[in-house]
């Protein structure tokens, strides 16, 4: 059972359909950063957070924040919206953005192994995501290394004694995401129809 003490982090839409923030206040908070939510809310944890929270903790946090990519709730991502929708695309990166600042979160520590392959957009959400909050001067990390794909891996099967690594997130958007974004060649940015979104989402 929870402490009765815990601060919930929570913010979902009215059908809960969606889910753009979970996690626990505390005075130093992490956040990590997934594909897309699963079942878990304040006070029920899935085996995914659970590790999260204590691989946070391990790494000397007493507070950590789960977002996603994608704010869709599905218990496998291969259900996960055939085309991505933009409408919750936004309203995930602007919750985001906002409880970053908010919660004065320093270190951001990216978490999803291969599964961004699951969809074509998510490698364009990501990379809309990590515009977004570029300009925060986050520290980015991962644990273990990437997986053969070069993505950062997923907690579940990681151990609790799972060091945070520094990691360039830029590089990694350039090398390794922006070349899954060809097909990409005309999709609505913010309501507006651009076909050169991804040349204009790469980082400098």
């Known amino acids: 059972m929870e402490s009765p003490k815990t601060e919930w982090l929570y913010l979902n839409n009215e059908t809960n359909t969606e889910r753009y923030i979970l996690g626990e206040r505390g005075k130093n908070i992490v956040a990590c950063i997934g594909i897309n939510p699963s079942t878990a809310e304040p006070g029920s944890l899935d085996p995914t957070l659970k590790k999260v929270k204590r691989i946070s903790g391990f790494n000397g946090f007493d507070g950590w924040?789960?977002?996603?990519?994608?704010?869709?709730r599905a218990t496998d991502p291969s259900e996960l919206d055939i085309e991505v929708n933009n409408g919750n695309r936004i309203k995930n990166s602007e919750a985001i953005r906002r409880s970053i600042e908010h919660l004065g979160i320093g270190t951001v520590w990216v978490a999803y192994g291969d599964l961004i392959g699951k969809r074509d957009y998510l490698s364009y959400c990501l990379v809309d995501l990590f515009m977004k909050l570029r300009d925060l001067d986050?520290?980015?990390k991962i644990i273990r290394g990437t997986t053969k794909k070069g993505h950062p891996r997923h907690p579940l099967y990681q151990k609790t004694e799972s060091v945070f690594l520094d990691f360039d997130m830029g590089k990694y958007i350039n090398d390794t995401i922006k070349p899954k974004m060809t097909g990409f060649d005309k999709i609505h940015?913010?309501?507006i129809v651009n076909n050169n979104v991804v040349q204009q989402c790469m980082v400098d």
């Open 65 to 72: 924040v789960m977002y996603n990519v994608y704010p869709q």
């Open 138 to 140: 986050l520290n980015w």
């Open 189 to 191: 940015v913010d309501g």
